[in-house]
Structures are given as structure tokens and as C-alpha cells.
């Protein structure tokens, strides 16, 4: 959870707020807008993220994959940081063409998520990134789609960690990166 | 429509795929995801969309608006090479705390945009990302929000304009850039 970016953690404390009862009474919303439209503040947390996609032994990942929605903001930038290409992982009927499909459990039923079948070659390796990691079934299922397509997912960076959520759980033999870890609803 | 971005061009002849009976029959979708996985087509594209930021004068956008959610792919990375804020418009129900709402008229019926009130500060100049200029509803409806923030629409810049759909018509007294023009479907 250290991290080595200058003033990454002075503004994820400063820059993402608390909106009480959204998206439903009881529940308190970290809102990241605030951060996304400092550029310093965004700046950081790319550096922060694109640091995950960088082996012990200097390999760059291939392809950043950017979950949508929130996922994109963050990836696009990582991925244009790392000389690496960005892949879309998307809510089902968006992408056209051929893909692979995967169904994940929701609170109430389940979604689809979906990847171009050629948007990953086998052996290429890839960095996963969301801006939550909740339960980790978003993220379960993006690494599902990845490894249909023959890829490695050398790692998931997220800028927020819900870790009283345990989403950890849900991606065994993961290295998971997070740039702020919330420990408490 | 002149690109001063090297090989920015050859990019986009290459890397936009044709998806026939996408996401209707009759319908030619162009695919913007072979360029997005191409690093040196994402950063030309990138430089090409950030020169809309800049005025002759070399005044940049204080703010970079993407519209969901392919714009946010484009709009961030945009931002951080501007130095400017990244703004997120969105489908209604996704930003939590207080809005601005638009309602634009879709094929079939219509769909409502939304944008964080405190987004965008009174007389701060914006720059609004997205794919793709087609009818021109949706940029409009998010002109209309930066406006009602008080905010100034410096300039629109897209990847793709469907130019026989004449999208312009609906942005007067805009400048809008578009990378790429699609004269026929």
C-alpha cells in the first residue's frame, strides 16, 4: 500500500469525498470526481497505478485493461504511460465483433462482461484496472476474460480498496495493487 | 481536417475496423478498438485531440470533459497532456451529489446526461472529448451542461465525425475538430 508517487497519498485524502446515500440510503458513496478533475491529483494516481504494470525485473505489461466505466478514465492514462496498448472490458451488447462473455454475480442477479476475442494474444501479459475493488467480482471476471483469450494478468491496480469487502478473496494468486485501502463502511 | 500529428493519418486508415450489422442490421459500425490497443495510435490520436485545447494565443482548457463512456478513454489521457482537470459527463443516475441534467432526443425516445454542478467553475474554458460526432445530440446536450456550470465551450474534438449526418449543424458557433471524416455510410 506504500507508495512512491510525491503527494499520491495527501491527495487520494484530500481529493475523494464521502456523498452520503448514494446510490441508496445507508450506503456512503466515495466520490473520485473531485480527483479526477485535479490534474496533479490524476496525474498521481497514474503514476501510482502504471507503477503495477512494471515487473521486480523491469517487464512492461502488454495491454492495460481498463473495466468499464470508471475503469477507462484511469486506464487509458496508464496504458499510453507504460508504452502499452488499452483493451476495453465491457458491459454486455457494447462491443462489436467477436468476443468472449462472462457472467458475474451482482448484489441482485447477475451481468455480463465482455472482451474482444482478438484484443489479447496469447502470452501477452496484462494490467487489470478498476477504480474500486468491492467484493472483486468485476475484477474476477475481467481475469476470466483475459485468460479465455490466452493472456496473463501480471497484475489488478485499483485506486480504492473496499477491503472490509474482502475482494482480495475472489483473485487468488493475484498481485493486487491498491492505492488507498478503506478499512471501515 | 489537416493533422500536424506524424502518422496520426495512416493510424486512423489502418486501425478503424468496419463491424457490419453492428448494433443494428444495415448498420457499418466503426470499430475504434484496434487503434485504442495500438499504443502509438492511442498517443497520436491523443496529440491530435489535445492541439483542440490549445488557442492560437496558446491559452490550454482548464477543464477536459469526456462523455460516456468512450469519450472518458480519450478525455483523460487528453487532460493530462493538456495539464487540465478531467470532467466525466454521464448517463443520469451514475454521479453522486448535485447535478445538471440535459434531456437529448435518441432515435427512439430520449436519454438524459448529467454533469456534476461543482465540475466546472464560472468562466473556466473546456475542451469536450468524444468517439464520435454523429447527429450532434449528445455533444449539445453536454455543451448545454458546462454552460449551465458557467463554464465556456472552448472547442469540441472527436475522432470520428459521420459528416453526411451533419452534426455540426447542431453545435452553431462551435469549433469543432474531428480527426477523421466519414463522408458515406
Redesign the interface.
Known sequence: MASPVPGLDEHLERLI?D?PD??KPGVV?K?I?PL????DG??AV?AGLAAAGVADDGTVVD?VV?I???G??????V??EL??????V?KA?????LTHQVAYELEYGEAVLEL?QD?IHAGERVLVIDDVLATGGTVAAARSLVEKCGGVVAGVAVLMELAFLHGRAALPGLSVTALRSITAT
Chains 1, 2 share one sequence.
Open positions: 469525498r456523498v448514494f446510490p458513496f466520490d470526481s479526477l478533475a485535479d490534474h490524476l496525474s497514474v495491454k481498463g468499464e466505466a470508471r477507462f478514465i484511469l486506464a487509458a492514462p496504458a499510453l508504452g502499452a496498448g488499452f483493451v476495453p465491457r451488447g457494447k462491443l462489436p465483433g474482444h484484443a
